[in-house]
């Protein structure tokens, strides 16, 4: 009975030597040897490299330089004759107008027809159109130029083509204000004759833009 037990008892104590990572010689306590478990760890890294395109945009801005008419000096002798030269042909269906046009704004001129100030635009042109006619006396092709409203047509016809010229104005001027005579970049038309009816007192105005 008693070896059975001690043989019990040494197999029990063996299992947990090994259990417990002891050496065990001849059934008694030596110096422990320790199991050392080494763990290596890995970092890695994980590098981005982020590509920022820059688009750089050039803008050009191209100017147009547009050279207007110069218009020619009021005529020191307006009773001068001139060449007679017919431009083309002015309808004013509204008051009843359609004469020919003519080049020239001396007193010799206006007595065949309109006349278009020299050195202002030509119908159809950038720049102010600028037609004088008479009132009372000879053809009265402007008698009745004050009957004319907003939105009434003007129609030019040369060897250019057929321009229609829509009325946005009208004003009573003094013989002195040569401003309604001058130029700019848009496309104008300006009417003119003496006012009142017999009368140089004044200017009657009409002034116009082409028709788009």
Same mark, same amino acid.
């Given at each position: 009975m008693t070896r059975r037990f *001690?043989?019990?008892?040494?197999? =029990?104590?063996?299992? =947990? @030597?090994? =259990?417990?990572?002891?050496?065990?010689?001849?059934?008694?306590? *030596? @110096?422990?040897?320790?199991?050392?478990?080494?763990?290596?760890?890995?970092t890695t890294t994980s590098s981005t490299t982020t590509t920022t395109t820059t688009t750089s945009t050039t803008s050009t801005t191209t100017t147009t330089s547009t050279t207007l008419p110069t218009p020619i000096a009021p005529p020191a002798d307006a009773n001068a004759t001139e060449p007679v030269i017919e431009l083309g042909k002015i309808s004013i269906p509204a008051i009843d107008v359609e004469m020919g046009l003519y080049e020239g704004i001396r007193l010799t001129t206006l007595d065949l027809g309109p006349g278009h100030w020299p050195g202002t635009a030509l119908p159809g042109s950038a720049g102010n159109v600028v037609v004088a006619g008479h009132r009372v006396s000879k053809h009265q092709v402007f008698l009745r130029i004050n009957e004319l409203v907003i939105g009434d047509e003007i129609i030019f016809e040369t060897e250019d083509g057929v321009f229609t010229y829509l009325v946005t104005a009208t004003q009573v001027v003094e013989p002195t204000d040569l401003w309604i005579i001058d130029q700019t970049p848009a496309f104008t038309a300006t009417l003119f004759a003496c006012h009142p009816p017999g009368s140089t007192a004044q200017r009657y105005a009409v002034f116009a833009e082409l028709a788009r």
């Open positions: *001690a043989l019990s008892v040494g197999v =029990i104590t063996v299992v =947990i @030597a090994i =259990i417990t990572g002891t050496s065990w010689s001849d059934g008694e306590n *030596a @110096a422990p040897t320790s199991s050392t478990t080494t763990t290596v760890e890995t």
